[in-house]
């Protein structure tokens, strides 16, 4: 007869939604690559990453700050009005490298704001950042720029332009600079001393502030290196289209953000996942978006099938990884 130890061990691993999302992904890739004929070609596939890769981007620096029981919705606007702010003083005569350190500034400053009203004078996140976008959007746009699109003009001649629109060994920068952030991010969260302490404060903020972790300058940092991350990928942006539409804060884009990062296994509950989720979730999305794109799918259209991929995806996820107690009351998706 079986020891009860050794029943437990022989018990199925269940299916993760990255697993899920991954299987998926590959079964829409085989679809489209068996009806498309254009779908499956180097050019395409290179073109399908570089146009997701800016999501992505913003995706790794979502997922930290969920990853840490947060949101940031502020992280479009920062991330449009920081970079639109360097475009236009290169464009008035200022020199780049300075340019480049006031925006990045005024980045770092809105997450600092965002991660002082989220720790110290605990305004849920997802509230302070949605004010903080709107604010940010609303003062820079008002007091700093003078149009909503401002054109890369001055500073078009030089390395700065290579940046979105270069590439290495016919590979575009902004899929390598999408790799270089993951890597990065999943580095600072695996690795480091303050990656450790975001996901203990994910999964249990008590025990968390228990065992010494500093929860405050902790949520700061949290957000500061979320907004760092918006502006670098405010300048792959800009430098693609060689302009910056601040107009994109008031967009759907910070949703399709967080669609990425939830629908690759990021738990809204805080405390679980990995950037590997995000990129998984950008490919499935990236995919979607890049084949009805050759279909002449309306934007629309696009929308809602997004919308019941994420809808079935978590469907699947909940059967198969039914929660228990403790995360239903977490409020896990």
């Known amino acids: 007869m079986n020891a009860p130890a050794d029943i437990v061990r022989r018990k199925p691993r269940a299916i993760s939604q990255e697993a899920i999302v991954f299987a998926l992904t590959a079964i829409i890739f085989a679809i489209f690559a068996l009806l ?107 007091l700093l720029l003078e149009d909503n699109l401002v054109y890369l003009k001055a500073a078009g001649d030089t390395w700065f332009k290579w940046i979105g629109s270069g590439a290495v060994l016919g590979v575009p920068n902004p899929v390598l600079l999408f790799a270089a952030v993951a890597l990065v991010g999943e580095v600072l969260l695996r690795v480091t001393t303050q990656g450790r302490f975001l996901y203990a404060m994910g999964d249990n903020p008590s025990a968390a502030r228990i065992t010494g972790v500093p929860m405050r300058p902790l949520i700061v940092l949290q957000y500061v290196s979320c ?14 289209v060689d302009s910056m539409e601040t107009r994109v804060a008031r967009s759907n884009l910070v949703y399709d953000v967080i669609l990425v990062v939830v629908i690759g296994g990021v738990g809204l509950s805080g405390g679980k996942g990995t950037v590997r989720n995000v990129v998984v979730g950008t490919l499935l999305i990236g995919v979607l978006l890049n084949g009805m794109t050759i279909m002449n799918v309306p934007y629309t259209l696009q929308n809602i099938v997004k919308s019941l991929v994420l809808l079935a995806a978590i469907v699947i996820d909940s059967l198969v990884n039914p929660r228990d107690e403790q995360t239903s009351q977490q409020g896990d998706i």
């Open 36 to 142: 498309l004929p254009s779908f499956l070609t180097g050019g395409n596939l290179l073109a399908l990453v570089q146009n997701v890769s800016i999501l992505g981007v913003l995706g790794v620096a979502m997922a930290m700050a969920i990853i840490g029981r947060g949101i940031d919705l502020s992280i479009v606007a920062t991330m449009a009005v920081s970079v639109a702010w360097v475009l236009q003083l290169t464009n008035h005569g200022m020199a780049l490298e300075p340019a480049i350190l006031l925006g990045f500034g005024l980045a770092l400053a809105i997450g600092l704001v965002n991660g002082i009203l989220v720790a110290y004078v605990e305004i849920p996140a997802i509230f302070a950042t949605l004010a903080m976008g709107t604010a940010a959007y609303g003062c820079v746009r008002s």
């Open 227 to 240: 907004a760092a991350i918006a502006f670098v990928a405010g300048v792959i942006m800009a430098t693609s």
